[in-house]
T-cell receptor, first 109, second 114 residues
Framework: GQQVMQIPQYQHVQEGEDFTTYCNSS?????IQWYKQRPGGHPVFLIQ?????EVKKQKRLTFQFGEAKKNSSLHITATQTTDVGTYFC?????????FGQGTTLQVKP | DSGVTQTPKHLITATGQRVTLRCSPR?????VYWYQQSLDQGLQFLIQ???????AKGNILERFSAQQFPDLHSELNLSSLELGDSALYFC?????????????FGEGSWLTVV
């Protein structure tokens, strides 16, 4: 069956450092979405990637979809305390939208 | 504000009891999803409805059931509650029924079983 791993599970960074979270799949994904959940909040959609090798940017956030559409990453440049939260990748599988385990980012000011 | 409304926000109940969680999707959205979030299990997909019909089912326990009504609101019924059912239950909605659609989450219903 399909297996998707999201790593790392936790990341602590100093404010101003970069941060990256990865989702790696054992099978090809048709598309991948990224969500952010602030502490005490609900997941909020960030972006969807569909094309092989696609790269999208939102200010300090860069999202990539691998050439084989088996992996994706979210990179944050120069983290700020407002970036704190859990970042989830999500993908469609047998008609269901499945979420990765998430990467929880903590930023030390 | 995502436009998805969930009630109640918090609920404390005893083991063995039954509760109903309610969700109103965003205006115009036909799909409703239910997810369970606990500390050690992440976001677990429970079930999806599209325009009143069940569209996809996850690892939803037999003690749990859901439905979507003609006005498109949805209810998640949890019965014979156990301590392990304590979690944050999210409802989400989207305009379409495909997994490529963006889904919008409500603020969740915190369920504590004591």
């Amino acid at each position: 069956g399909q297996q998707v791993m999201q790593i790392p599970q936790y990341q602590h960074v100093q404010e101003g450092e970069d941060f990256t979270t990865y989702c790696n799949s054992s099978t090809t994904l048709s598309n991948i979405q990224w969500y952010k959940q602030r502490p005490g909040g609900h997941p909020v959609f960030l972006i969807q990637l569909v094309k092989s090798g696609e790269v999208k940017k939102q200010k300090r956030l860069t999202f990539q979809f691998g050439e084989a559409k088996k992996n994706s990453s979210l990179h944050i440049t120069a983290t700020q305390t407002t970036d704190v939260g859990t970042y989830f990748c999500a993908w469609g599988y047998t008609g269901k939208l499945i979420f990765g385990q998430g990467t929880t980012l903590q930023v030390k000011p | 504000d995502s436009g998805v409304t969930q009630t109640p926000k918090h609920l404390i109940t005893a083991t063995g009891q039954r509760v109903t969680l309610r969700c109103s999707p965003r205006s115009g959205d036909l799909s409703v999803y239910w997810y369970q979030q606990s500390l050690d299990q992440g976001l677990q997909f429970l079930i999806q409805y599209y325009n009143g019909e069940e569209r996809a089912k996850g690892n939803i326990l037999e003690r749990f059931s859901a439905q979507q009504f003609p006005d498109l609101h949805s209810e998640l019924n949890l019965s014979s509650l156990e301590l392990g059912d304590s979690a944050l239950y999210f409802c989400a909605s989207s305009d379409g029924g495909q997994t490529g659609n963006t889904i919008y989450f409500g603020e969740g219903s915190w369920l504590t079983v004591v």
